[in-house]
């Protein structure tokens, strides 16, 4: 029984993807030619691996950075529509494999590199001004809750990254490889200047971390305040929490506001 195109094509995906052989049956002696397909098609994915993490190349070098993202790319074949996804397990994926583990540097430059990435091409959307919080009446700020914005995300870091990447980015030789943080891991924020359109980065201190990885996952105002105030001051947390909400609005982090059963002009 002769094969539809489409099963055909499904053949040729799977063969691309897994490696299975069964669309030679289908092809004229046995398709001598496939090999062709299956190295133009792995050699893409490694130049989408090189465009989206040039910093961990440049760390590793070409044929350390050939042989990980090789190693990768077979273990975590593309299943998205767009290859822009290819990446996404390869900080954790670093972390965890040997000899790459040994290297906790190289899982962070792509920490970095992912975010830098996720904050240069997500969606746009409309940014909350300072009017916004002025018009929230006093019985929400307890329970008022955040929408941020897509580009928006955080990572953890346990080297400084950033002029090493930095440095590569402007087609220049890094200085030094990248050392570790003296006070251990931090956060780091990474998102897309709305004016300006250019990506921005910085650490974030500790309460703050703490605070807005609590507002993501759908946390309050009060539960804010409650969380910093285990962090230093009580009588501070109130302050402080307002002060942070300012400047990530002013940074233009947040996109919405809403509290359960109330609504405002």
Known sequence: MTASLADIQDLFQDRLLTGRADIAAHLTSGGPFLSVYDHAYVARLLDIMGEDFPAV???????????????????????????????????DWLGDTPPWSDLPVVADMAAFEWGLGLAFDAPDADVLGGAALAAVPPEAWPVLGFDFHPAFNTFELSHEVAPFQQAVAREENPEAAPAPFADGAQTWAAWRD????????????????????????????????????????????????????????????????SAPGLSWA
Request: aromatic residues 10%; charged residues 20%; glycine residues 16%.
């Open 57 to 91: 190349h440049t760390l590793l070098g070409d044929d350390a950075f050939a042989e990980a993202a090789g190693a990768y790319v077979r273990g975590h074949p593309s299943t998205a529509r767009s290859v822009r996804w290819l990446g996404a397990r390869f900080r």
């Open 194 to 257: 709305g004016a300006t359109c250019q990506v921005r980065y910085r650490a974030l201190a500790g309460d703050e971390a703490a605070g807005l990885a609590l507002l993501r996952d759908g946390g309050d105002f009060q539960t804010l305040c409650e969380t910093l105030a285990g962090f230093g001051e009580a009588d501070a947390a109130a302050p402080r929490a307002a002060g942070y909400l300012r400047g990530w609005v002013e940074a233009g982090w947040i996109t919405g506001l």
